[in-house]
Nanobody, 125 residues
Framework: QVQLVESGGGLVQAGGSLRLSCAAS????????MAWFRQAPGKEREFVVV????????NYADSVKGRFTISRDNAKNTVFLQMNSLKPEDTAVYYC??????????????????WGQGTQVTVSS
């Protein structure tokens, strides 16, 4: 069992930055591929980015490529999402997700075993 807790969301102006964190419980964090998804009001949950178990490989949605950066610290059981050059269309609830032995080709929410409660990101124009 893995519990995920996101933090770092908030209100920011367009062009600004935020850094999200996702803290995981348990002693097997490094056996999970980790991803961020987001869900805007009235829309389906969408893939943002995934990082491999080692942290060496990542895969980004085209909409965030070049602006967002995922990283993980396996010693601290934490994954991060650095979001720069934020746009109003980035406004959503951001969720952290974990997949046991997951790779960087898992783009569907159905692929993931555990989810955090989400953190709101609002970008004003």
């Amino acid at each position: 069992q893995v519990q995920l807790v996101e933090s770092g969301g908030g209100l920011v102006q367009a062009g600004g930055s935020l850094r999200l964190s996702c803290a995981a419980s348990g002693r097997t964090f490094s056996s999970y591929g980790m991803a961020w998804f987001r869900q805007a009001p009235g829309k389906e949950r969408e893939f943002v980015v995934v990082v491999s178990r080692s942290g060496e490989t990542t895969n980004y949605a085209d909409s965030v490529k070049g602006r967002f950066t995922i990283s993980r610290d396996n010693a601290k059981n934490t994954v991060f999402l650095q979001m720069n050059s934020l746009k109003p269309e980035d406004t959503a609830v951001y969720y952290c997700a974990a997949k046991h032995y997951g790779g960087v080709w898992n783009f569907s929410p159905r692929d993931y075993d555990y989810w955090g409660q989400g953190t709101q990101v609002t970008v004003s124009s």
